[in-house]
DNA sequence: ACCTGAACACCGTTCAAGT
DNA sequence: ACCTGAACACCGTTCAAGT
């Protein structure tokens, strides 16, 4: 009901912030569900966002400035079980999040290095120095995390439930810190 | 060229083969790129194979009937390492698998069971009896070589060169295994 | 700058036919 | 039983226009 030419008061938040509302009704985000919902015609959305990839780019970020950052005093393997879990519970709500997840290597965004940095700072704090080697632990952490939500994503529910995989995750979370950490 | 009602020599086995080397080719299977490779209709492939699910399902099975089990008087630890190893590099050089392996969270196939239970085997040598505990640590492996494998499959090439997440899944492996098996 | 309409180039799958 | 043609219901994205 509206020509070309008239606006529609869209903005990039808006189109961020339907993204997350059809991500919580379904698990696949579609430019033209997002569209539907803003009242709007598809191609509209590419005024504010750069394509569907950069959409869930935003989406991603946007939920991950939400973690809450482990305090600075806490326990270093305490502290990243937390921030792990966390990751791994944002994943698990969301999805549809996980094939882009998995297709970019982890996230990329402000709110995504923020999370890395106070994972390095943790792992200083055990010990582990070498920049390399935080490189190592941080990649088998979150891959871990990915891997385990992909599986659990996985849409017909699977054979596997929920509460085992979640179980199995924090199984495999600590015998990871355990390896990745030095013995105190 | 042909009518309907005229065969075209099909086979389940034809079919297979046609989407192998379909995914040889690029990172992922369509139907229809199946059905051009074999001169066919893309309906044509529904009187030979469940849909696209059922087909990469047939896939995958084929290419883990290739894979070599542990010989029995293995060291379990080496023997798990390896049938883990072999299962990463599969899915590191079939992409397209990746994300329909994740979905069907790990494959069921009979081939997929046979590798199962040698990990079984392998780590009843090792001490570990209770059969939830292999449940959990098999869980653990697996969801580590699915997380790894998808996110090298990332089809860009991503950030992260494929050496170093060769190298990063090699250590989240053994961090793994020396979490899973009892001390010796 | 922002939005629409129409189109392009794809998908997987189903259904009614033909032999 | 096996295959085709046509169609359905989708996709993401681009392009030319309109204000």
Redo the contacts with the bound molecule.
């Keep these: 009901m509206?020509?070309?030419?008239?606006?529609?008061?869209?903005s990039r938040e808006a189109v961020v912030s339907a993204a997350r509302a059809v991500l919580e009704q379904g698990p696949t985000?579609?430019?033209?569900?997002v569209a539907a919902r803003l009242g709007?015609?598809?191609?509209?959305l590419?005024?504010?966002v750069e394509?569907?990839?950069g959409l869930l780019d935003a989406v991603l970020d946007d939920l991950l400035g939400a973690l809450a950052l482990p305090a600075p005093d806490t326990d270093p393997a305490a502290g990243l079980t937390e921030v792990m879990t966390a990751s791994h519970e944002l994943l698990l709500s969301h999805p549809g999040l996980v094939p882009h997840f998995v297709a970019r290597q982890g996230a990329r965004g402000e709110n995504a290095q923020r999370l890395g940095e106070s994972m390095r700072v943790l792992l200083a704090r055990a010990g582990v120095d070498d920049r390399a080697a935080q490189d190592t632990a941080i990649r088998v952490l979150v891959t871990h995390a990915i891997g385990d939500a992909a599986v659990a994503a996985s849409p017909d529910g699977g054979p596997v439930p929920v509460d085992e995989l979640r179980a199995s995750y924090a199984t495999g979370l600590g015998w990871l810190l355990t390896g990745a950490l030095p013995r105190s």
Excluded at 2 to 10: C, I, S, T
Excluded at 29 to 33: E, H, V
Excluded at 40 to 44: F, K, L
């Design positions: 509206r020509g070309p030419g008239q606006r529609a008061g869209l985000l579609s430019m033209r569900a709007v015609a598809p191609n509209a590419y005024s504010h394509g569907r990839d």
